[in-house]
């Protein structure tokens, strides 16, 4: 069982928005920021969004972050084939004295 | 430039040790936690544990605490990750990666193969 809870799966139609969230406590995601990562199968995760909302260069702004209290989410407009893959969310966590990531989301493009 | 460049893929038979490694340049090793991650055949990531080579704090999350030990040389700005009697369960691929206030640096990975 991950720390950080993400839905399993998420899909949607190229063009579309879609959103994956990611849950957590007052431990982690409650007191720190959170970070999204991209993982093509295969290859090592690359970030995504850092400090809840802000995007490293070279990530297109078609992505966005949030969070409020013990949630974040991650946002993705203009849904398009090459964004299928799987998402991490993670955060430090103040009680294990370490980052935790979620289970991860596996998104398709239909 | 950052890099963090880890050793070769291995393969071991159950009770055999190891010691993989992980070497970072362009930055200095000191100032940041260098993190494990590994990522079991058809997983997602976990953490494994982070280490600080700037005063060797090293913390490891609660799954992989007395299983694994991580370390680091200054000298030669290379972390490593290690065990003692490795299991099939041990079989994944496993990260190394640069932390600030997120995974920022990725080494390219080092599959680990356990299988007797």
């Known amino acids: 069982q991950s720390v950080l809870t993400q839905p399993p799966s998420a899909s949607g139609t190229p063009g579309q928005r879609v959103t994956i969230s990611c849950s957590g406590s007052?431990?982690?995601?409650?007191?720190?920021?959170v970070t999204w990562y991209q993982q093509i199968p295969g290859t090592a995760p690359k970030p995504l969004m850092y400090?809840?909302?802000e995007r490293p260069s070279g990530v297109p702004d078609r992505f966005s972050g949030s969070k409020s209290g013990t949630s974040a989410s991650l946002a993705i407009s203009g849904l398009q084939s090459e964004d299928e893959a799987d998402y991490y969310c993670?955060?430090?966590?103040?009680?294990?004295?370490?980052?935790?990531f979620g289970g991860g989301t596996k998104l398709t493009v239909l | 430039e950052v890099q963090l460049v880890q050793s070769a893929a291995e393969v071991k038979k159950p009770g055999e040790s190891l010691k993989i490694s992980c070497q970072a340049s362009?930055?200095?090793?000191?100032?940041?936690?260098i993190a494990w991650v590994r990522q079991m055949p058809g997983r997602g990531l976990e953490c494994v544990g982070i280490?600080?080579?700037?005063?060797?704090?090293?913390r490891y999350s609660p799954s992989f605490r007395g299983q694994v030990t991580i370390s680091a040389d200054k000298s030669s700005s290379t972390a490593f990750l290690q065990w003692t009697s490795l299991k099939a369960s041990d079989t994944a691929m496993y990260y190394c990666?640069?932390?600030?206030?997120?995974?920022?640096?990725w080494g390219q990975g080092i599959l680990v193969t356990v299988s007797s």
């Open positions: 400090n809840s909302n």
């Open positions: 280490i600080y080579p700037g005063d060797s704090d090293t």
């Open positions: 993670a955060a430090w966590d103040d009680t294990l004295r370490g980052p935790v």
């Open positions: 007052s431990s982690n995601i409650g007191s720190s920021s």
């Open positions: 362009g930055y200095s090793f000191t100032k940041y936690w």
């Open positions: 990666a640069r932390y600030g206030q997120s995974f920022d640096y």
